[in-house]
């Protein structure tokens, strides 16, 4: 399409240039087209995404949907001037927690508010998210990125979005036939993910880009502390849709906010209670850092962060070798931290 005749001079002095959104479009379509599937029925431009639901093979097909963003996550990837992977943190924040109840992502859609859109950055960022789209299978057909001068300064943004999915009414993972006995494995993270940035911003002065960040450390495997803590969210969703195939699932976690205290409780029923040996907890070195710097306390941690365990699963003991099995050909090294048993508290560390 010609945009010559789009340009408004009075806009532009407002602070807002329609045509850099165009521009950005224009750089973001060859991302958007390493995400298409099968679903997919128009190019990226429209007023409005459309996708032909596959429901063949689906008794009765039920739609489920997520919405997240990257928190303020996004401070130290403005900060490091580096948006290649945010976006892939937008996606895994939705994506992970559909997959929780055995939906395969179909869609996602994003949306970038910013203080000015610079087409490269915003293209930049849009890559990040297609890379997420691929990762997950989820096809990337539309968004929205909207000028906030004065509302913003120029250089931030933020990114936030949505995914569809879809699952077989029968198979939604639901906790029902949770039951004593059953053991949870745990999935490993790739670092902090997309929570508790507000208290590494406090624990590591980040928002006045503290030299420290930028230092390779030793205990981080070489790493600064802003690149460990920028390493973005592992998605689970191939793998988990793998398990699925070949394991009686009984519930999934997704540990994000809240960590360990508020997520694992999510998916154990009433009366029943997930015993966690903290001891076998492969805790990652940046949570060492954090608890270190910030002198916080051990429980905190664990109520903040994922302390290494981006997704928790329960699953009969009768199959545990085959689940850990299942995950290991899907590129996961999960492993048991706990099992299932009688309580009122649904979750014990």
């Known amino acids: 399409m010609d945009h010559k005749n789009s340009y408004s001079a009075s806009y532009a002095a407002a602070g807002v240039d329609i045509t850099a959104g165009y521009r950005a479009v224009e750089l973001m379509k060859k991302h958007v087209a390493r995400t298409r599937n099968e679903g997919c029925l128009d190019d990226v431009g429209g007023f409005g995404g459309c996708f032909g639901l596959p429901v063949a093979g689906y008794e009765e097909p039920v739609l489920v949907s997520g919405t997240d963003g990257c928190g303020t996550k996004v401070k130290l990837a403005i900060l490091m001037d580096k948006h290649d992977t945010i976006g892939i943190d937008a996606v895994a924040m939705c994506v992970n927690d559909i997959i929780c109840c055995g939906a395969k992502p179909l869609f996602f859609l994003d949306y970038i508010a910013c203080g000015k859109n610079i087409p490269e950055k915003i293209a930049e960022i849009v890559g990040g998210v297609a890379e997420g789209c691929v990762q997950s299978g989820a096809a990337l057909i539309g968004g929205e990125t909207a000028e906030h001068p004065g509302m913003m300064p120029v250089e931030d943004y933020d990114l936030a979005g949505f995914a569809v999915g879809i699952v077989d009414k029968k198979k939604i993972i639901d906790n029902t036939r949770m039951a004593v006995g059953d053991v949870v494995i745990a999935l490993p993270s790739t670092g902090i ?100 710097w910030g002198n916080i306390p051990e429980r905190d941690m664990y109520n903040t962060y994922n302390m290494g365990v981006g997704m928790s699963i329960v699953v009969p003991a009768a199959e545990v070798e085959t689940a850990l099995a299942v995950l290991k050909e899907n590129g996961i090294d999960a492993y048991v931290i706990g099992e299932i048993i009688e309580g009122e508290e649904k979750v014990i560390l």
Do not use: M, Q, W
């Open 193 to 292: 993910h997309s929570n508790g940035f507000s208290l590494c911003r406090k624990v590591f002065d980040i928002d006045n880009n503290n030299p420290e960040l930028y230092v390779a450390r030793e205990e981080l495997g070489g790493k600064s502390i802003a690149e460990a803590l920028l390493v973005p969210t592992k998605i689970y969703v191939k793998p988990v849709l793998a398990l699925l195939e070949k394991v009686d699932v009984k519930g999934i976690s997704h540990i994000t906010g809240g960590g360990f205290y508020e997520n694992i409780p999510r998916s154990i029923p009433d009366g029943l209670c997930a015993k966690i040996d903290k001891s076998a907890i492969k805790v990652l070195p940046i949570f060492d850092c954090i608890a270190k």
